[in-house]
Every structure is written in structure tokens, then in C-alpha cells.
């Protein structure tokens, strides 16, 4: 479930919202997960990526890239969290983005800025998560970074090319979580690819690692889906592929780990 919930803090965004209360940050995160759950069309490859990090070695590092500031930051922070203290992972990787770039891309200055907000709040366990997760910065546990790459006019497969160190960094990790709807539509290209087509086919060779892509759809981009699922949805809802109502949870494993 907290997978779902970060997933579902990609609804938050600035260039839907435009700054104005958002209500998706007015609700129980985890009430709003349960009840969305039927809107994640794509293959819900959740289990598929715990299997993963069950078998893999004790040490496990996880990379997220990161998409928007403010609630879906914050939900994904509360992922890390989980991987950590539950021992799923040793060390989470987070990468932003040197300018934001559409709008609400999380920063340096978003990071260190949620951070402080968090741990000067009046609220206890705010108070305590922002206090422990700037000890986690303090001793390595978790990291941040921003590389130039992530606001260049390339999809991902030219990463290995364009930008060899980012690509080699990424391969260290055991997995990457790519959030959100841009990042989605960089690693398949953003072509009108058939719905049906598989994730691992439109990613084109893309594979530093394994990796997972939490998206809301908010543009006509989208594989991996069973076959008539587009035009199931597309006869409930005319605007599914645009308003972040509805969800991918896609997996891509490297068979070469």
C-alpha cells in the first residue's frame, strides 16, 4: 500500500493545481490508495518488484527520480522511509533536478526546504521523521543529487551516450523507482506506441537496472496494457489518459543481475 501511496501523490501537481489547495492533500493517503486501487490499468507489477528485493544481496540500494515538489515529494519520502526501516533497503539514492523544469520538479532547494519545514514543525511526528531523515543524510543512508541530463532534450535511451556517468551510477543500484508522468513518457520515448505493447519493448534497450515506473497518466502515452483495457476505460472516462486519474505500475527487470 505505501507503493500506492506515492503513486497517488503524483495526482499533485502544480501544473494541474496551479498552486490552489489540492484535495488530494486533504484526504487519508491511505483511504485514497484503497479506493483508487481499481484505476491502476496497467499491470500492477507491485509484487513482482518485492520479489525482486527479496532476492536480492543483503546491502540493497535503491534510486528514486524524483518528479514533483510538495505532497507527491513528501509521500515518496514516507516510501524511503518504509524501504529503510522495514529493511528492505540499506540505501536510498533520490535524484532531482537542477532547475525545475516543469514547474513543480523537486530541486536542491525543495529538498533542503522540506527538510527543515518537517523538522521545525509543531507537529511531533513530523518534528521526529524530518529530524531522522536529516541524520539519514548525515550518515549516508540516504543521498541527493541533480545531474544536468535530467532537463536535456533526450529520452532515456540516449542516456549511455549522452550522459555515461549518470548511467553508470544508476547500474549500481539494485532498483530505480521512476516517479511520475514525464519521467514515464522519457523512457518509452514518448511515441504512440500501442497500448498493448509490452513495457520492457518500449523501454528500447533502456537497462542501467531493474526498474519500476509509479505514473498517473496525464498525456496519450501509455503501454502495457491487457489487451481491450484502452477501450474499456476510454468508454468510461473520454479524458482517462490526461487528468491523473488513472495509473501504471510497470516493471522492467535486468536479467543480467
Sequence with gaps: MVVQVSL??????LCFSAGDNNYETNVDPIRQAKLLQSNIVGDDDTALVWQLLESAKPHRCIDIVLDNAGFEFFTDLCLAEFLISSGTA???RFHGK????????????DWQWTLEQLS???????????KRWQQYLLDGIWQFSTHPFWTLPYDYTSMKSVARDLYDDLSAADLILFKGDLNYRKLVGDRAWP?????NVALCGFSPTSLCCLRTLKCDVVVGLPEGQA???QAQDADWMLT???AVIQFATNAAL
Design 98 to 109: 537542477q532547475i525545475p523544469w516543469f514547474v513543480s520538479d523537486v530541486t536542491a532547494s
Design 195 to 199: 497500448s498493448t505493447t509490452s513495457f
Design 231 to 233: 477501450e474499456s476505460t
Design 8 to 13: 497517488w501523490g503524483n495526482k499533485c501537481d
Design 120 to 130: 521545525n514543525s509543531s507537529m511531533a511526528t513530523l518534528c521526529q521523521l524530518g
Design 244 to 246: 491523473g486519474s488513472y
Design 90 to 92: 540499506s540505501q536510498i
